[in-house]
Structures are given as structure tokens and as C-alpha cells.
């Protein structure tokens, strides 16, 4: 499976931006999906997962803020990012995890996105 990023830049304060991930390849073995990000000297983390049947989750600091979503048809996940905080700038990671297994198996190469105050 192969993941593609897309869509992050630079925004203001307050803004919005939406992140697009195309994937490829074995599409039948892939589960869940979802987005996390990595911040300067932070560890990377779960920014919010879509489940077949569209259940979704979200961390806290983005509850409200943002939307995952899936289009199964385009072979795309999107991630809807609204009033946008500087605290949000990191780098966007989009992910995959395989049937039957737990965690992210496949990534994409990742997307910049800077929220200047």
C-alpha cells in the first residue's frame, strides 16, 4: 500500500486548510486510517482515525476543529482542519493499518503545516 500527502502550507491563525492522502496498492488489506502529526523535538501523535462504517476519534486538541473523512470511491482520506492554532504547526502524517493487525502499518511521506500568529 502506498500513501500519498497532500495540502499542508502556510495559514494564519484562525484559518483553515484540508489535507488530502491518496493511497494505492493492496486497498482490500487496509482497516482503519488516520492522521497524526509530528511537532520540532515532540513525538509523533494520533491526530484523529476513520474506521469502516466511518466511525471516527479524535485527540482532545482537535475535537471541534477538525474532520477526518474517507471517499472509498477516490481512494482518499481527508483531514478538514478549521480554526487553525499555531500549536498545530507540524508535520502532517497520513497512515494505514492492515486487517488483522494493530497500528499503522503503511505511511505517507508527510505535508508541512505552518500556523503563523
Known amino acids: 500500500v502506498q500513501l500519498q500527502a497532500s495540502g499542508g502550507g502556510l495559514v494564519q491563525d484562525g484559518g483553515s486548510l484540508r489535507l488530502s492522502c491518496a493511497y494505492s496498492g493492496s486497498i482490500r488489506s487496509i482497516d482503519w486510517t488516520g492522521w497524526y502529526r509530528q511537532a520540532p523535538e515532540k513525538q509523533r501523535e494520533l491526530v484523529a482515525r476513520i474506521f469502516p462504517g466511518s466511525k471516527t476519534n479524535y485527540a482532545d486538541s482537535v475535537e471541534g476543529r477538525f474532520t477526518i473523512s474517507r471517499d472509498n470511491a477516490k481512494n482518499t482520506m481527508y483531514l478538514q482542519m478549521n480554526s487553525l492554532k499555531p500549536e498545530d504547526t507540524a508535520v502532517y502524517y497520513c497512515?494505514?493499518?492492515?486487517?488483522?493487525?494493530?497500528?499503522?502499518?503503511?505511511w505517507g511521506q508527510g505535508t508541512l503545516v505552518t500556523v503563523s500568529s
Open positions: 497512515g494505514a493499518s492492515r486487517y488483522g493487525r494493530s497500528g499503522i502499518e503503511f
